[in-house]
């Protein structure tokens, strides 16, 4: 079993940015693909961005290239997401994910085997 906690969630005017962290309990977090999705207000979960256990593969929703960046840190059981250029429309709970079957990042949300609470972050205009 693999619990995951998220933080560094919070409220950003149009523009900033903030970075994410997804804290991993379980000595396995290293063989991982990890992911980070997001379900703002009346819509859908949808993904945004992940990267295989070793970081050297990641990919992107289209929404958020060149302003999202996803890494991982093994040795502290830590996956993060920098957010720049932030919009409005980026504000949404934002959730980090573990699937410890597949060696490649994948999209789809039933891949991923574990979940954390979230964390909220709030873009203002």
């Known amino acids: 079993q693999v619990q995951l906690v998220e933080s560094g969630g919070g409220t950003v005017q149009e523009g900033g940015s903030l970075k994410l962290s997804c804290a991993a309990s379980g000595r396995t977090f290293g063989r991982y693909v990890m992911g980070w999705f997001r379900q703002a207000p009346g819509k859908e979960r949808e993904f945004v961005a992940a990267?295989?256990?070793?970081?050297?593969?990641?990919t992107y929703a289209d929404s958020v290239k060149g302003r999202f960046t996803i890494s991982r840190d093994n040795a502290k059981n830590t996956v993060y997401l920098q957010l720049n250029s932030l919009k409005p429309e980026d504000t949404a709970v934002y959730y980090c994910?573990?699937?410890?079957?597949?060696?490649?990042?994948?999209?789809?949300?039933?891949?991923?085997?574990?979940w954390g609470q979230g964390t909220q972050v709030t873009v203002s205009s």
């Open positions: 990267l295989s256990w070793t970081g050297g593969t990641t």
């Open positions: 994910a573990a699937d410890r079957s597949r060696t490649i990042p994948r999209v789809r949300q039933d891949f991923y085997d574990y």
